[in-house]
């Protein structure tokens, strides 16, 4: 057994001498867990990582994040150096991070059953407000917001997210919006305010209901608004009809099998001539996704490419009139929200674990990096069901009277 495990450990070693090649053109180094330390690269050092327990090369193969998130989650990974840095050097070659996907059937499962994707929405927005609330801003946004300044707060950002998104939607005062996934319903509230229509949001998380529906009281915005819990595919029955449908950061957990689902649905209850506009985390091209991230942050969540979302929106005879890229807008976004969270690192210690706390810090610093580094995109897309003349003939609405939000006293 010790003669064998020695065997495993050289094995192992000399893996990771290997997987460190695919980093040739960086500069850091990394400490192993037997005091050796490898330099990548030619010039000074820009980090360095220590494993202090070695990473088997059977873990690496199938999936080579998962194995550096655990180990980073474990503790076994320590980083010295800005740990943004570490990882917008990294992720630049994800597609080197090898990923066994029909080895991890469990987390790559294709299962897509209503019952299934609640429980998926559930793990990760449920997990309380009060959370949430530490990290997020005012508006509880939990999506890309849009820096119109380079010294926007958050608040601003998100502000402007919203009204960048309304001013989209071309609405009228008495027209209906509905809004697919509508987390705690700032879009909503804000688009009653402004421009008096009547609204519905729809989502799956117990929490983000509760906090809307005391949002619409609190405002007193009973008459316009509504939100229901409810799955987008229960709309095709429904027997609603909407002048305005908009989804924000929803469409990444409906799953590829779902996606032409997911459009029908849409297209059964938007009137003619209605405009649709899509707010999606995309990628450049199909995956199934990072094993690290479907086990641990978003469960069943798959990233759609740009094209076969307007590949498929034809089907429907949705009109693409209007493509916008928010990447670097959701890489200033993310690492707002992650400022956030060190700054009540011990609050959210307190609530979950060490453990726990690392794993934020890695999702929320690695999203940022990978939006950095174009491992994924952030795109707006207006549709209009069937040919709409009536929308603006320049995209001047969209930027000439946008709403100034100052920082709520």
Request: aromatic share 12%; net charge negative; hydrophobic share 35%.
């Amino acid at each position: 057994r010790l003669v064998q495990g020695v065997v495993n450990m050289s094995v192992d070693k000399i893996f990771i001498k290997s997987f460190l090649n695919n980093f040739e053109e960086e500069s850091f180094s990394v400490k192993l867990w037997d005091e050796e330390e490898i330099k990548v690269g030619q010039d000074e050092p820009l980090f360095k990582v220590t494993l202090n327990k070695p990473i088997p090369k059977k873990e690496l193969l199938s999936s080579a994040t998962l194995a550096f998130g655990e180990a980073y989650m474990d503790g076994n990974l320590q980083v010295e150096g800005d740990f943004l840095t570490m990882l917008n050097t990294v992720l630049k070659y994800k597609s080197k991070f090898p990923t066994d996907f029909k080895g991890l059937p469990k987390i790559f499962s294709n299962l897509t059953s209503q019952k299934k994707q609640k429980e998926e929405v559930s793990y990760h927005y449920d997990l309380g407000n009060d959370f949430y609330s530490l990290w997020l801003d005012d508006t509880m946004s939990y999506s890309c917001g849009y820096f119109k300044n380079e010294n926007d707060s958050l608040y601003d950002a998100q502000m402007n997210k919203i009204h960048h998104l309304l001013k989209k939607l071309n609405l009228k005062e008495g027209q209906s919006l509905l809004d697919i996934g509508c987390g705690w319903g700032s879009l909503l509230i804000e688009a009653a305010k402004n421009y008096k229509v009547k609204g519905l949001g729809i989502t799956l998380s117990e929490e983000q209901y509760k906090k809307f529906k005391s949002r619409i009281e609190e405002e007193n915005l009973q008459d316009y608004l509504d939100v229901k819990l409810m799955d987008y595919r229960e709309l095709e029955k429904s027997g609603l009809s909407f002048d305005r449908v908009v989804s924000v950061g929803m469409l990444e957990h409906v799953g590829r099998p779902n996606y032409d689902l997911f459009m029908r649905n849409v297209s059964k209850v938007l009137k003619k001539e209605g405009i649709f506009v899509l707010h999606y985390i995309s990628g450049l091209v199909e995956s199934e996704g990072d094993a690290w991230m479907r086990k641990y942050i978003f469960p069943g969540g798959v990233i759609p490419s740009l094209r076969e979302i307007v590949s498929l929106s034809a089907d429907y005879k949705f009109y693409t009139i209007d493509i916008e890229s928010l990447r670097t807008h959701y890489m200033k976004t993310l690492l707002k929200w992650a400022e956030n969270f060190e700054n009540n690192i011990d609050t959210v210690r307190e609530m979950f674990d060490e453990r726990f706390v690392r794993m934020w810090t890695m999702y929320l610093y690695s999203c940022a990096a990978c939006f950095n580094t174009g491992v994924i995109d952030l795109h707006q897309i207006v549709f209009t069901n069937g040919v709409n003349n009536s929308n603006p003939l320049t995209r001047d609405y969209l930027y000439l009277s946008l709403i100034h939000i100052s920082e709520p006293t």
